[in-house]
């Protein structure tokens, strides 16, 4: 399985940007898909997670209401649409494939290669 991220970039505080994270191999729809987070100097964080079909989502408190998760199995992609930025959410951002949407980075088995997203203020 491989993951690629991408549609990071800079943007000014306000903007937005959408990233995508697209799958290989023919068992995508079956597994929970997350996001995650690092900002320079610390630990990864989990920013929004979603289950196998799309009918349940989770967000960390930090984004919630600002950004959304979505999937489409039959391009076997993972979304993240991101509004209202701020410098923040500067990062490098990473799609990861769990059994669930989970918020622990350590339940997720496969990792892509990390897309970097920087606000400016």
């Known amino acids: 399985v491989q993951l690629q991220a991408s549609g990071g970039g800079l943007v000014q505080a306000g903007g937005s940007l959408r990233l995508s994270c697209a799958a290989s191999?023919?068992?995508?729809?079956?597994?929970?898909m997350a996001w995650f987070r690092q900002a320079p100097g610390k630990g990864r964080e989990f920013v929004a997670g979603?289950?196998?079909?799309?009918?349940?989502?989770r967000y960390a408190d930090s984004v919630k209401g600002r950004f959304t998760i979505s999937r489409d199995n039959a391009e076997s992609t993972v979304y993240l649409q991101m509004t209202g930025l701020k410098p923040e959410d500067t990062g490098i951002y990473y799609c990861?494939?769990?059994?669930?949407?989970?918020?622990?980075?350590?339940?997720?088995?496969?990792w892509g290669q990390g897309t970097l997203v920087t606000v400016s203020s």
């Open positions: 990861a494939r769990g059994a669930n949407a989970y918020r622990e980075a350590t339940r997720y088995d496969y």
């Open positions: 191999g023919r068992t995508f729809s079956w597994y929970g």
């Open positions: 979603i289950s196998w079909s799309g009918s349940s989502t």
